[in-house]
Every structure is written in structure tokens, then in C-alpha cells.
């Protein structure tokens, strides 16, 4: 496989971490982001400071067409793609599942799961050894959620996750022989911007009591954990996932 990922919603957060990760271990990298495109070239000349090549691509990755032109703008500026992380992910408010509008369930599972699936597609369509391409490595960002449920703040959330999960297992199987292994990092308590986003900035420090290590986690411990199954490091793991999450 080449040395060329694509990481998605890699302007910041755990993307970010995992963009210079790979590129200080010689990967050139695309720089998926869906609107901040000056945090994505901040990202874009930290990989080419460490001597790779990088390009932004904009496209929110559950818009099939923007996905297809992004894959597009890769294949013609970079070259044939070696791995994907599929990394952009949302999370909402904290509410109770019988609260939830249908527009929210859409949006999460618009963005978290069809945008997966998406990338998924093109990525095995180029790097099926049954389709000339040279197999390559898929990780898929789920999280500890898809396992706990998160009761009384993010079912959705949590159901999309468990989505992306089972997708894994059920695609490593399908493209285990055309060269590509497929497999998912579940984060927990991770210390990013997204619980901003979903109303709560604080919400790591106050529930990092209950983690078993004591402490939330770095982007750059994910990144860690996303580097080595999207490496040949994780040669003989398909279908596999890493549980990030101290212990919680
Ligand atoms: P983050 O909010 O910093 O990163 C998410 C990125 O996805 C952002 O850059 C955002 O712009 C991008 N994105 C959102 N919707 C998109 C779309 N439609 N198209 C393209 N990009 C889009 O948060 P993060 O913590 O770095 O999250 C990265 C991944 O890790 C997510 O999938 C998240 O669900 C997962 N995760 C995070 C935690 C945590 O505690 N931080 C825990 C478990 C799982």
C-alpha cells in the first residue's frame, strides 16, 4: 500500500493529531475539513514542515457529491490513497432520547455513519487488489459510547457509533481478500473541542473521576492508537478495535 491517508475532519482534534502523527512517520497526508479551511491549512503546513506533502480538501462527508470530488482531488494531487481515517464525527446536546427531533437522529447519523460508509466506498474502490489498486487500511472513529449506551445525553450518538462499529467487523470480512484491512478505534474521554460542541467544555474534567486511569485522554494518545492499525505495524489485525478509554 502507498503511503497516502486521508483523514477526515483533520482541522483539528483527534484528525489533527493523527495528521502530523502519520506525516512524522513518513505518510503524506489529505486534510479533510467541512468549513474551517484556515485550521485545516494550519494542519496542512505542519505535515509539510516535517518534509510530506499535504493538500486541504474541503467536503462535508455526507454529501456524496463533495465526497466524490474530494476523492477525485486526491487520486489527481496526491496519488493512490494507502489508508483512511474516517475521524469527522458530531455529537449534539445532551437530551433524553423521547426529546430528540427527527432532524437531530438525521443529522448524527448523516454525518457519523453515512459519511463513513462514504468514504468507506470510494476508499475500497481504489485500493481493491481485485480492482488493480495496491490494498490498503481503513480505521474507523467509533467511541466507548457504542458500548455504554450513553443514557439520558446522547443515545443517538451512541446508536450511530455502534453503527460504525458493526460496519467495521462486516467490511473487514467482505474486503479481508482483496488486500485492505478494516478496523476501529473506540476513544473515551478525550480532551477536544467536541464537548463544546455538544454544550458541555467541561465535561471531561468533570467526569474524569470515574475513569479508571483517572484522567481524561490526549488527542495525541488516540492518534497513537489510530496510527498503528492504519500501519503495516497492525499487519495481522482486521476486524479489530482499540478501546481508548482509561479503562472506563
Ligand atoms: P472535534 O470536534 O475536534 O473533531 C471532529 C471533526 O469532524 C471536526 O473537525 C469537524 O469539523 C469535523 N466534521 C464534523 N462534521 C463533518 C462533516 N459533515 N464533514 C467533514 N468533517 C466534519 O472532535 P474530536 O474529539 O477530535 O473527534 C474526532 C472523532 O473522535 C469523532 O468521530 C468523535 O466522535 C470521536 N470521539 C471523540 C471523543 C472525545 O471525547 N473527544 C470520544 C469518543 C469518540
Not at 41 to 56: D, E, K, M, N
Not at 69 to 76: E, P
Not at 152 to 160: I, T
Request: hydrophobic share 45%; proline share 1%.
Amino acid at each position: 500500500m502507498t503511503s497516502i491517508v486521508l483523514i477526515t475532519g483533520a482541522s483539528r482534534g483527534i484528525g489533527a493529531a493523527t495528521a502530523l502523527l502519520a506525516a512524522r512517520h513518513g505518510w503524506d497526508v489529505a486534510v479533510n475539513y467541512s468549513s474551517n479551511e484556515a485550521a485545516a491549512h494550519t494542519v496542512v503546513q505542519a505535515v509539510q514542515a516535517l518534509g510530506r506533502r499535504a493538500i486541504a480538501v474541503q467536503a462535508d462527508v455526507a454529501d456524496e457529491a463533495q465526497v466524490l470530488a474530494m476523492f477525485a482531488r486526491i487520486d489527481q494531487e496526491l496519488g493512490r490513497l494507502g489508508a483512511l481515517v474516517n475521524n469527522a464525527g458530531v455529537v449534539d446536546r445532551a437530551q433524553r432520547l423521547q426529546d430528540m427531533d427527527m432532524a437531530r437522529w438525521r443529522r448524527m447519523f448523516d454525518t457519523n455513519v453515512l459519511g463513513s460508509f462514504l468514504c468507506a466506498r470510494e476508499a475500497v474502490r481504489r485500493m481493491s487488489t481485485a480492482e488493480g489498486g495496491a490494498g490498503g487500511s481503513i480505521v474507523n472513529v467509533s467511541s466507548r459510547a457504542a458500548c455504554l449506551g450513553s443514557a439520558n445525553q446522547y443515545v443517538d450518538y451512541a446508536a450511530s457509533k455502534a453503527a460504525i462499529d458493526t460496519m467495521t467487523l462486516g467490511l473487514a470480512h467482505e474486503v479481508a481478500a482483496q488486500g485492505i484491512r478494516v478496523n476501529g478505534v473506540r476513544p473515551g474521554l478525550i480532551e477536544t473541542d467536541i464537548h463544546a460542541s455538544g454544550g458541555q467544555p467541561d465535561r471531561v474534567q468533570r467526569l474524569s473521576a470515574g475513569v479508571p486511569l483517572g484522567r481524561g485522554g490526549t488527542a495525541d494518545e488516540i492518534a497513537q492508537a489510530i496510527y498503528w492499525l492504519m500501519s503495516d505495524l497492525s499487519s495481522y489485525c482486521t476486524g479489530s478495535f482499540i478501546d481508548a478509554g482509561g479503562g472506563r
